[in-house]
């Protein structure tokens, strides 16, 4: 993790900022808080955080829009609070540039679980070390270089579809990605019919070659109406 860690909550209800701040000062860093959006891209330029916590219900400005003029200019990593009943509005911040999201009312543990993930990614990024050539999660071993997965040791035979779709999750390990980043990504935009419906297919046949329990997937996880998440970390 960055030597000097500078965090940056942004919520209009101050109970909620305090909660999120005393969070983050486990971290043993800088917390920053601001009311509005305004005022979260006005500090984020000035001080350069390392990670910004983001609530999409907003005053002023439309979360998303705050979300998206941050990734555009900022190196900042960008978890995004949003309520259950935002999931729209959740996958549009996530395709605007968010990393991560935690559903309110959130728990402590989580929040923190996810903060750490996020500075892990983060701090890979920056030292510009190479991209891991193996992926290793269990009993799964995933060779990017020779493109090739083994599970306990014996190789596990994929189409190239539900490789590329294993190897991009992998890749984010422990980042959400959306229905819309996927298809971007393994089928470079490309629309089957119900594209949702056709990535449930996939990931379903993923999960019975490796061997991860469908109804409770510790691997390839669901995140209901949004994306998936494959757990490596």
């Known amino acids: 993790m960055p030597a000097t ?6 919520d ?31 500090l984020a ?6 990670l910004v916590v983001l609530d999409l219900g907003l ?14 200019w900022s190196d900042a990593a960008i978890l995004v609070l949003t309520a259950r009943h935002e999931e729209q509005a959740t996958i549009a ?10 559903t309110k ?19 890979r990024a920056s ?5 891991r050539a193996v992926i290793t999660a269990g009993a799964l071993r995933i060779d990017l270089a020779a493109r090739t997965v083994e599970r306990h040791g014996e190789r596990v035979h994929l189409t190239p579809t539900e490789y590329e779709l294993l190897a991009t999750l992998a890749r984010n390990a422990g980042r959400v990605m959306t229905h819309t980043q996927l298809f971007s990504e393994v089928w470079k ?25 469908p109804v409770r997937p510790s691997l390839l996880q669901t995140e209901l109406g949004v994306g998936y998440r494959f757990v490596g970390e």
């Open 5 to 10: 860690l500078r965090f940056l909550v942004v």
């Open 12 to 42: 209009d209800e101050r109970q909620i900022r305090r909660a999120v701040a005393h969070v983050l000062e486990l971290l043993n860093g800088t917390v920053r808080e601001a009311a509005t959006g305004r005022e979260a891209l006005t």
């Open 45 to 50: 330029a000035a001080e350069s955080p390392t």
């Open 59 to 72: 005053p002023d400005l439309d979360g998303t829009e705050v979300c998206r003029e941050l990734h555009a």
């Open 93 to 102: 911040a996530l395709d605007a540039g968010a990393d991560d999201y935690v």
């Open 105 to 123: 009312p959130f728990s402590p543990p989580e929040l923190l679980a996810r903060v750490r993930a996020l500075l892990r990614r983060a701090a």
């Open 127 to 131: 030292s510009g070390a190479p991209e």
């Open 189 to 213: 935009g490309r629309v089957f019919g119900d594209a949702q419906a056709h990535l449930r297919v996939h990931v379903a046949h993923l999960r019975r070659k490796l061997g991860d329990d």
